[in-house]
């Protein structure tokens, strides 16, 4: 069960577009629709941002999109925003009925 | 609306065990899959278990497997964590988390309790 690979940082403006990709195998990423996102501010429990690969739960800005692509999905922040700044993970639902997290990425507002 | 808390944490010896407790409100308990996620001192999220609505199925991340046991009470509106032969590595915030129905997603986190395991 190796964790999903992320970005260590991505960083950008304010107002700009960033995409935070999230690679797995085709035992995780691959297998299932189920990549979740999560944004962390320190200190403060995980906020689900993204399910089933784009879907947004309620109340979550649309600023936060999700897409996959074979093994690999993405988030992407659109007009980014100094309170985005804060750790990103992935998630992905696995062909052993488990649950894995990315590695994680810090996202800096320049 | 929905609230989750972590109780249980503490300093434990090596070896030694340990039970986490989670008491969840606002929501129908005993229809959701419920889950625990680690997170090790400024290191990241870790997955460590589910266990479904009625209590019949669960998974375990490999790390944990054989050592930790969840399970929950239905009637009390409680999840467990049973944390055996603890090591240093185990030392983290854990993390109770409620499940986003058929996506395998955790829509609702608690704030989580600290477990440090020293000697």
Same mark, same amino acid.
């Given at each position: 069960?190796? @964790?999903?690979?992320?970005?260590?940082?991505?960083?950008?403006?304010?107002?700009?577009? $960033?995409?935070?990709?999230?690679?797995?195998? $085709?035992?995780?990423?691959? @297998?299932?629709?189920?990549?979740?996102?999560?944004?962390?501010?320190?200190?403060?429990?995980?906020?689900?941002? $993204?399910?089933?690969?784009?879907?947004?739960?309620?109340?979550?800005?649309?600023?936060?999109?999700?897409?996959?692509?074979?093994?690999?999905?993405?988030?992407?922040?659109?007009?980014?925003? @100094?309170?985005?700044?804060?750790?990103?993970?992935?998630?992905?639902?696995?062909?052993?009925?488990?649950?894995?997290?990315?590695?994680?990425?810090?996202?800096?507002?320049? | &609306?929905? &609230?989750?808390? *972590?109780?249980?944490?503490?300093?434990? &010896?090596?070896?030694?065990?340990?039970?986490?407790?989670? +008491? +969840?409100? /606002?929501?129908?308990?005993?229809?959701?899959?419920?889950?625990?996620?680690?997170? !090790?001192?400024?290191?990241?999220? *870790?997955?460590? !278990?589910?266990?479904?609505?009625?209590?019949?199925?669960?998974?375990? +991340?490999?790390?944990?497997?054989?050592?930790?046991?969840?399970?929950?009470?239905?009637?009390?509106?409680?999840?467990?964590?049973?944390?055996?032969?603890?090591? +240093? *590595?185990?030392? !983290?915030?854990?993390?109770?988390?409620?499940?986003?129905?058929?996506?395998?997603?955790?829509?609702?986190? /608690? &704030?989580?309790?600290?477990?440090?395991?020293?000697?």
């Amino acid at each position: 069960q190796s @964790a999903l690979t992320q970005p260590a940082s991505v960083s950008g403006s304010p107002g700009q577009s $960033i995409t935070i990709s999230c690679t797995g195998t $085709i035992d995780d990423v691959g @297998a299932y629709n189920h990549v979740s996102w999560y944004q962390q501010h320190p200190g403060k429990a995980p906020k689900l941002l $993204i399910y089933d690969v784009s879907k947004r739960p309620s109340g979550v800005s649309n600023r936060f999109s999700g897409s996959k692509s074979g093994n690999t999905a993405s988030l992407t922040i659109s007009g980014l925003q @100094a309170e985005d700044e804060a750790d990103y993970y992935c998630n992905s639902y696995t062909t052993r009925s488990t649950n894995v997290f990315g590695t994680g990425t810090e996202v800096t507002v320049l | &609306q929905v &609230q989750l808390v *972590e109780s249980g944490g503490g300093v434990v &010896q090596p070896g030694r065990s340990l039970r986490l407790s989670c +008491a +969840a409100s /606002g929501f129908s308990f005993s229809t959701y899959g419920m889950y625990w996620v680690r997170q !090790a001192p400024g290191k990241g999220l *870790e997955w460590l !278990a589910v266990v479904s609505h009625d209590g019949t199925n669960k998974y375990y +991340a490999d790390s944990v497997k054989g050592r930790f046991t969840i399970s929950r009470d239905n009637s009390k509106n409680s999840l467990y964590l049973q944390m055996n032969s603890l090591r +240093a *590595e185990d030392s !983290a915030v854990y993390f109770c988390a409620k499940d986003v129905p058929r996506a395998a997603a955790f829509d609702s986190w /608690g &704030q989580g309790t600290l477990v440090t395991v020293s000697s």
